[in-house]
Nanobody, 125 residues
Framework: QVQLVESGGDSVQAGGSLRLSCTASAYTYAYWVMAWFRQAPGKGREWVAYIDSDGRTAYTDSVKGRFTISRDNTLYLAMTSLKPEDTAMYYC??????????????????????WGQGTQVTVSS
C-alpha cells in the first residue's frame, strides 16, 4: 500500500519561508509524477506545482518565482516570500506517468492516485 507523508507546515509571517517535505513508501516512487496541491478553507483543491521523473517542473502562476519543487528520495516544496493568500492545507500527490496524456492533466487532482494527509501552512500579515 502506497503511503505519502507530508511535513514542514507551520505558521509564519508574510515574507517568510518554509520547506515542505513528502516521503513515499514505495519503490516505484522514482517513476511517478509528483505534485503539490493546496486547499484553503471553503475553496477547492488547487494545483501548485508538479515534477516529472525526469525533473521537468511547472508551477501555477501565483507561485512562480517564489516556490520551487524538487525531488530526490523525498519530494520538496521550498516556499519563499510567503503571502497570506498562500494559507492552506498543502497536499502531496503522486501518479503513474502513463495515466497522464498532457500538461493539463497534470494539473487535475482527479488524475492523481495517491495522496498524503496534508500539512497546514498559515501565513499572517
Amino acid at each position: 500500500q502506497v503511503q505519502l507523508v507530508e511535513s514542514g507546515g507551520d505558521s509564519v509571517q508574510a515574507g517568510g519561508s518554509l520547506r515542505l517535505s513528502c516521503t513515499a513508501s514505495a519503490y516505484t516512487y522514482a517513476y511517478w509524477v509528483m505534485a503539490w496541491f493546496r486547499q484553503a478553507p471553503g475553496k477547492g483543491r488547487e494545483w501548485v506545482a508538479y515534477i516529472d521523473s525526469d525533473g521537468r517542473t511547472a508551477y501555477t502562476d501565483s507561485v512562480k518565482g517564489r516556490f520551487t519543487i524538487s525531488r530526490d528520495n523525498t519530494l520538496y516544496l521550498a516556499m519563499t516570500s510567503l503571502k497570506p493568500e498562500d494559507t492552506a492545507m498543502y497536499y502531496c500527490a503522486a501518479t503513474d506517468p502513463w495515466t497522464l496524456y498532457n500538461d493539463y492533466e497534470r494539473h487535475q487532482p482527479e488524475k492523481y492516485n495517491w495522496w498524503g494527509q496534508g500539512t497546514q501552512v498559515t501565513v499572517s500579515s
